[in-house]
């Protein structure tokens, strides 16, 4: 499995010669115990101005580091390069501007207009670009319908380094600007995201431009995306947890750096042999300082240094460096973040260690069931960081948003959808147990500043409860309403029904307004087509796939249901549902699914090719099958056993981030099943196949 919070130092970034001071962690009696611990909380206290303030020097940095691991360890969590008296065992660790206008760019189904999220499929000018096993593919679409679909190209992203290292790569994302290409991965070997910038030229041939690395935590989510592009600046989030930064030793400032061939060097056997070559790293440019970095808010026992960097994609931006520049706010570890086209949200907030002492009736089974008081429920923090260079504004807010869905920024206002959750019940509810309260929050835009004020109660709407215990939700924003659902398993258990289900469909202008709705299924997933909400789910573990259509036109009501027979969704992310809808209603729905002898212990993430299944939609909100786009590969039991003679995948081998695209351009329907881009074609309402292209089966034309 990918390691999802992997060492955030990067080996380019550090220094270290010999060894620092070991820090012991506390062993005393109890009450000394309760007393280091409210002495260390006390001290850690004073680093939290409820207001924004960059610290002063890297001394001072160093200082709260020092506080923040002082009120960890006495609460017995871990922290880099800390021992423990009396245990033998405990070792310290030894840390060393484009040509031509992209057409259609965004083809994915993307949460905001304007606002291009990475994916796995992009266009540009007449040529689709596929990212699938760490290579790029360019697939030339012709002029017009039914055009001979031509593979123009094929590259590696990753570079000519020995095997067991690249393994170590994940190349997830891509986004295309001009006839730019800028593909993100992390690689493990070098503790950074790599951001690798290609350049297609009017043949459909692939040049680099040149590789960087930026230091940071894996930025892996299985929902969300790392990556956008916003008006020609790309944006990638990445996170740095401080407990594995040794306050005894030289600070590793995340960088930026560029690639050179000889400059990498192998991957240490041991952290002293990572010592020594760490130095002959070639140097990065530190994306910020300490007295860049914005000072905690709120205390925390997993602080979390969040960075948002924009690099402007102009013409010579890809040369010598990128010309990125980072806003860096120190927060807890939990957090989520939304994209709009002029600024970026970040909220963030306690963890499970942070609400320890909170949980007064932890273990009750009667928590939860009254809807908790304002002071009682979990407390977050919501930045509002520009992308104009200006300085962010904060608000104190209590709630904690399901995921980037559950947040839209319309209109002067920033609106959520949270979960109301009593901190009273322990953290191990408010984080993990299924949400029983909802509200809309709203927040104006002028009400950001400085200083971390609590929105006051008239901010807070209460929300229609969805039963005793909802379940995660789905849940999706449009331009006037938000619609939420219990989010049920992938597939029922044996010999499980789901029942109708509850879903809340809320105005976003008169939230009070809210009303309750039901399909016949559970809710996995919630998506836009047009001014509407599409849910898909599951009836029982047999009958296969439902989907269903909330019209929110007018009176919001479920328009139809439509259920796939023996069929299974495929695909989780967002990106794999996409719709055509014209302003009278009608169009088309696309998803990938399997049938049910095929999907046997399946994830979304699973390496196996699906079948594109399309809906017809009416204008009065009725659903009819148009066809199914099947996929010719064979069915894997091994997601890494490649099966096309003359093929084989060497890197990024499982498809985190799904290997199956629904594509609605220039009048076309593509649907890309694995290594096959197959093109359909409405007849009388019935989708046929007009032609397929394997592009890991055809020749790759001669350079």
């Not at 014209?582 to 390496?607: F, I, M, N």
């Amino acid at each position: 499995m990918r390691q999802l919070r992997a060492v955030a130092v990067t080996a380019a970034m550090l220094v270290a010669t010999g060894c620092a001071t070991p820090y012991y962690a506390p062993d005393l009696p109890p009450e000394r115990a309760a007393v280091e611990r409210r002495s260390a909380d006390r001290a850690l206290a004073r680093w939290t101005p409820g207001r924004l303030e960059r610290f002063a020097d890297e001394a001072e940095f160093r200082r709260y580091l020092r506080a923040a691991r002082r009120a960890a360890v006495a609460r017995g969590l871990w922290w880099e390069g800390v021992r423990h008296r009396g245990n033998p065992d405990s070792q310290e660790v030894v840390v060393t501007g484009s040509r031509v206008p992209a057409r259609n760019a965004s083809i994915t189904n993307v949460q905001e207009a304007g606002v291009d999220e990475g994916d796995i499929v992009k266009q540009i000018d007449r040529f689709l670009i596929v990212l699938q096993d760490g290579r790029l593919f360019a697939v030339d679409t012709g002029a017009g319908r039914g055009a001979p679909l031509r593979l123009t190209d094929r590259m590696n992203v990753y570079r000519q380094v020995p095997r067991d290292r690249a393994r170590g790569v994940w190349y997830d994302e891509m986004l295309v600007f001009g006839d730019r290409i800028v593909v993100t991965g992390y690689s493990y070997p070098e503790r950074a995201s790599e951001l690798s910038v290609f350049r297609l030229d009017e043949a459909g041939r692939f040049t680099r431009e040149g590789t960087f690395f930026l230091a940071s935590n894996d930025y892996y989510d299985r929902r969300n995306y790392a990556t956008r592009l916003v008006d020609g600046n790309l944006l990638i989030y990445t996170p740095l947890a401080l407990n594995e930064v040794d306050p005894g030793r030289p600070i590793p400032w995340p960088f930026i750096r560029r690639w050179r061939p000889g400059g990498a060097v192998p991957e240490p056997d041991s952290d002293v042999e990572a010592a020594r070559l760490h130095r002959a790293r070639p140097a990065g440019r530190p994306l910020f300082a300490a007295t860049d970095i914005y000072r905690p808010l709120v205390a925390t026992l997993e602080p979390t240094v969040h960075s948002f960097t924009l690099c402007p994609l102009g013409p010579d931006s890809a040369g010598e460096a990128l010309r990125c520049r980072t806003t860096a706010i120190v927060g807890g570890a939990w957090h989520r973040y939304y994209v709009s086209p002029a600024e970026a949200f970040l909220v963030t907030g306690p963890g499970a260690d942070d609400l320890a002492d909170e949980a007064t009736q932890a273990g009750d089974p009667a928590c939860g069931r009254e809807r908790p008081a304002l002071a009682d429920v979990w407390p977050t923090q919501i930045y509002r960081i520009p992308f104009g260079g200006g300085r962010p504004g904060v608000v104190a807010v209590r709630g904690a948003p399901f995921d980037q869905f559950s947040m839209q920024a319309r209109g002067g206002h920033f609106r959520l959808l949270v979960n109301w959750g009593s901190v009273r019940c322990g953290s191990e509810y408010v984080e993990r147990a299924p949400p029983t309260h909802f509200t809309f929050l709203d927040v104006p835009l002028a009400s950001f500043s400085e200083v971390a004020r609590e929105m006051r109660p008239e901010a807070y709407t209460a929300l229609p409860s969805l039963g005793a215990e909802a379940g995660m939700v789905a849940d999706r924003f449009t331009e006037r309403y938000v619609v939420y659902g219990s989010l049920g398993e992938r597939r029922l258990r044996d010999g499980e029904r789901s029942g109708r289900t509850l879903i809340g469909v809320v105005p976003v202008d008169r939230p009070e307004a809210a009303q309750v709705l039901s399909v016949p299924h559970n809710v996995i997933r919630a998506e836009q087509a047009g001014e509407n909400v599409v849910l898909t789910g599951y009836r029982s573990n047999t009958a296969g796939l439902d989907l269903s259509l909330i019209d929110l036109r007018a009176a919001p009501r479920v328009a139809a249901t439509h259920s796939f027979e023996r069929r299974f969704e495929s695909e989780g992310r967002s990106h794999a549902f996409n719709a055509l809808v014209d302003r009278d209603g009608a169009g088309l729905l696309a998803l990938p699914t399997v049938p049910l002898a095929a999907d046997g212990e399946r994830r979304s993430y699973w390496s196996r090719p699906s079948d594109m299944d399309f809906l017809r939609l009416s204008p009065t909100g009725a659903l009819a099958e148009a066809g199914r786009l099947e996929t010719g590969m064979p069915e894997r039991a091994d997601p890494n056993d490649h099966t096309v003679p003359g093929y084989s995948c060497e890197v990024s081998c499982t498809d985190w981030y799904g290997n199956s695209r629904p594509i609605f351009t220039d009048g076309r329907i593509f649907a890309l099943l694995g290594t096959e881009l197959i093109e359909g074609r409405l007849r009388n309402g019935r989708l046929g196949e007009v032609q397929r292209l394997d592009i890991a089966r055809v020749p790759v034309p001669g350079r």
